[in-house]
């Protein structure tokens, strides 16, 4: 899948970034549109950008996209014309935006700065060494961890769980409740796991609507979340240690 994004690119600018498939036929665009980031006030545009990039819902992406639009015509047309499926959270299809969060080719970008001028050789050996101490080191955090979800799961279970303490949900039948949280009212349903705000359909992890709903029906929060929070999945994920190459003479 094709991903437009704007990202800082240092020294105060912001360019829009492809992590492309392929699929993009203009690279030329970037450069000109970046420029007109830069002029036009790169900070703002960005977190403009973001906003609309991380709305859940598509009326709240409207309003974001549409006060980008009106602030930079031209990246407005360029997003549009990328698509929205491509960068937004709101029309997304798949899970790219919701479970992947991270544009993993600019961490890596970034993590490699230093080590770009190496020669190839040198530079594979560099990040065999990086990947050998971030499982490391990621094994040792998550085998720590003795709860059935990991403990960043947890600390958003139990925000969310105080934030939606004194929400009433209105029953409908046996899966679905009325739920209103004083600004934002819609139906959630914990069988298919959809709630009209879209955080528990995107993150896989209860919304406080959701949680609320579960509540009324001593239902546990553990089981709506997805397996991906599990504190075994997140073992399993850097279960296998990176190995050095070796001496070729051995
Ligand atoms: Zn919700």
Known sequence: MATAIISNSGAGSYTIVHVSDGDWRH?????????????????RLASMAVAAAKAYRQSE????????????????????EAGFSRWA???SDGKRFDIMTTNIGECLNAALA?????????????????????????RGDASKMGGYITAWAEGEIGKRLALSRNWHPEPIDMYRFNVHDGHFGGIIDLKVRTYTCRVFD???????????????????PYSL???????EALLCAYADPIMPVGSQAD
Request: charged share 20%; with cysteine.
């Open 202 to 220: 995107f993150d896989k992890l209860p919304c406080g609507h959701a949680l609320a709903a579960a509540r009324s029906h001593n239902i546990h």
């Open 89 to 91: 959270r709101a029309y």
């Open 27 to 43: 690279p030329e665009k970037a450069a000109t549109l970046a420029t007109v980031a830069v002029e036009g006030g790169g900070r």
């Open 114 to 138: 230093d080590a770009h001028k190496l020669p190839i050789q040198c530079l594979m050996e560099y990040i065999r060494n990086m990947l050998q101490q971030w499982f490391y080191e990621r």
């Open 61 to 80: 992406f409207n309003e974001y996209f549409i006060e980008l639009e009106r602030y930079a015509p031209a990246i407005g047309a360029y997003l549009r």
């Open 225 to 231: 979340c997805s397996s991906y929070y599990q504190t």
